[in-house]
């Protein structure tokens, strides 16, 4: 069987190789990052380096608001807008808006 099968395949190239193209197509197409991930990838250093010190393990405000936890970030996103500004603060509108439902507004 696995003889007759090769000929079909060899007389046929085009099907063998639309799978290989499509896949190729598709990785050439960059994958919009995931929520957690932006989280963990860019909100979670500007975080770290603007307001670690209170916010961080062993900061006065960790106990009450720890921003290494997203829930607790998207919950004051409000609060933690006002104290960013320029490209840290449009990263952070970036990713409360990739977590709101679509048709939503936050």
């Given at each position: 069987?696995?003889?007759?099968?090769?000929?079909?395949?060899?007389?046929?190239?085009?099907?063998?190789?639309?799978?290989?193209?499509?896949?190729?197509?598709?990785s050439?197409?960059?994958?919009?990052?995931?929520?957690?991930?932006?989280?963990?990838?860019?909100?979670?250093?500007i975080?770290?380096?603007?307001?670690?010190?209170?916010?961080?393990?062993?900061?006065?405000?960790?106990?009450?608001?720890?921003?290494?936890?997203?829930?607790?970030?998207?919950?004051?996103?409000?609060?933690?807008?006002?104290?960013?500004?320029?490209?840290?603060?449009?990263?952070?509108?970036?990713?409360?808006?990739?977590?709101?439902?679509?048709?939503?507004?936050?």
């Amino acid at each position: 069987m696995t003889a007759s099968a090769a000929p079909d395949q060899a007389a046929n190239p085009v099907e063998t190789a639309a799978p290989a193209v499509s896949a190729a197509a598709e990785s050439a197409i960059p994958a919009q990052p995931q929520p957690a991930d932006l989280f963990r990838t860019t909100i979670r250093p500007i975080l770290s380096a603007r307001c670690g010190a209170c916010h961080d393990p062993g900061g006065k405000m960790y106990a009450r608001l720890p921003f290494d936890d997203p829930k607790v970030v998207a919950s004051h996103s409000e609060g933690v807008l006002r104290r960013l500004k320029g490209d840290d603060r449009e990263a952070l509108q970036r990713w409360i808006a990739g977590l709101a439902p679509a048709g939503t507004q936050q």
